[in-house]
């Protein structure tokens, strides 16, 4: 990648906060600064020079580098968490603080419950600046301490290397497994030797799952169908014990767990339903008024950066860092009970 010596004119006229907090300054300030891994301010923000459409636009290769690109990362992840240089990140996993009972027991709305983490490994460099041999390795780790897990955590790794493309599309159209080709991870290097080195681990449910060496070393899953959000919560806790014993992830007290999109920091949690709203849907303005009262994002129904299709959308909390675990679900349980409380009133 050729570093960039000028300020990025894709920039000019671009929404994401890139574009809004790196001004001509803060460029020429950071544009020489490197990390120990090797990481530049040119591919910290590839990301968003490449797709001026991003919501955010940067990502990092590792640790140092939210303190070497400090004074465009902390505008960042004080406007979209809401949290401060001197803010400390807190964590609370346990299940019995939620108070989550299921909002829609007669299955009207909600289709599906989905509770991911994203973790990556500590001392190995994030995913925009690992070699092929340390995603190799955190692959190999990774996949042996999952597949030593019993009952139901118990399941089988698939490496997508070794994946039918019939395969593969399936678990994509059934959303358990990541899609290939996004280009925002795709110029932020996160993409670098597809498909090999990347893999899902399932139990035979699908109700756990983790991914391997996508945006993140791990994303841990935890889903069903319904709105049972606390049992959702509870088996995910459970998984999250059970790796954390085995493998030592990057985390920090101001930052909670590292990760390479500043949106993720903290507890690098999103909580998410998949409901059926087709009349918020066509009050959009509306829709998303609640969406920001509640601190809550939607989003399409294949994930980020997709459409809704037949009035279903997936709806999360926005927030990951220094609020705990539990409050980004309770922050979605939350905005979910007004949005079903508004749809009942607009039927
Ligand atoms: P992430 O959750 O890692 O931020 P995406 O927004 O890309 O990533 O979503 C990943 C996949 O998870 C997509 O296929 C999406 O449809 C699916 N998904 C998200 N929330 C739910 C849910 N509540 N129920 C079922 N599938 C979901
Ligand atoms: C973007 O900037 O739009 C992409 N790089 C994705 C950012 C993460 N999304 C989010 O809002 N959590």
Known sequence: MQELKEYPKSLEGSKSLLAKYLTKEIFQELKDKVTSNGFTLTQAINSGVQNPDSGIGAYVGDEESYEVFASLFDPIIEEYHGFKKEDKHKSNLNPDDLNAPNPDPKGEYILSTRIRVG??????PLGPAISDEQRDSVEKDVSDVLSSFKNNLGGKYYPLNNMSEEDSKSLIKDHF?????????ETAGLNKNWP????????????FLVWVNEEDELRIISMQEGGDIKEVFTRLTIAIDA????VEFAYNEHLGYITSCPTNLGTAMRASVHIKLPNLGNSMDEFKSIADKYNVQIRGIHGEHSASEGGIYDISNKRRLGVSEVECVQDMYDGVVALIKREKELA
Do not use: M, Y
């Open 119 to 124: 973790r990556n490994v500590k001392n190995i």
């Open 177 to 185: 497994l990541f899609k290939a080709g996004d280009r925002f991870l």
């Open 196 to 207: 090999n080195s990347r893999g899902i681990f399932h139990n035979n449910e699908k109700t």
């Open 243 to 246: 790796l954390s014993k085995k």
